[in-house]
């Protein structure tokens, strides 16, 4: 499955970005879909997590409550709905697709490009 991740940007604390990412390739809901993150000069993490139906989720500590996964099957599409952004959540997103309902990105055999955010203080 292809992946492209699109819609970052240049956002100030405490507002709201809504990330797409659009997969092309091989039947889309077979995948769990999930969100990862990499801040300069730290290692990819973990962010969220969506089952095939998009009803079951699964979030970092550091996101929840501030961020939701979603997907639209019918689009084959998956989003990050990002609230009450920090600083700390500037990063290069990524999405990633895998058969398995996981948060360790070993899981994860397709990655899309990533789409860069900065949360300006």
């Known amino acids: 499955v292809l992946l492209q991740a699109y819609g970052g940007g240049l956002v100030q604390a405490g507002g709201s970005l809504r990330l797409s990412c659009a997969a092309s390739g091989r039947t889309f809901s077979n995948y769990y879909m999930g969100w990862f993150r990499q801040a300069p000069g730290k290692e990819r993490e973990f962010v969220a997590v969506?089952?095939?139906?998009?009803?079951?989720?699964y979030y970092a500590d550091s996101v929840k409550g501030r961020f939701t996964i979603s997907r639209d099957n019918a689009k084959n599409t998956v989003y990050l709905q990002m609230n009450s952004l920090k600083p700390e959540d500037t990063a290069v997103y990524y999405c990633?697709?895998?058969?398995?309902?996981?948060?360790?990105?070993?899981?994860?055999?397709?990655w899309g490009q990533g789409t860069q955010f900065t949360v300006s203080s």
């Open positions: 969506i089952n095939w139906s998009g009803g079951s989720t």
């Open positions: 990633a697709a895998s058969t398995y309902y996981r948060a360790d990105a070993v899981a994860y055999p397709y």
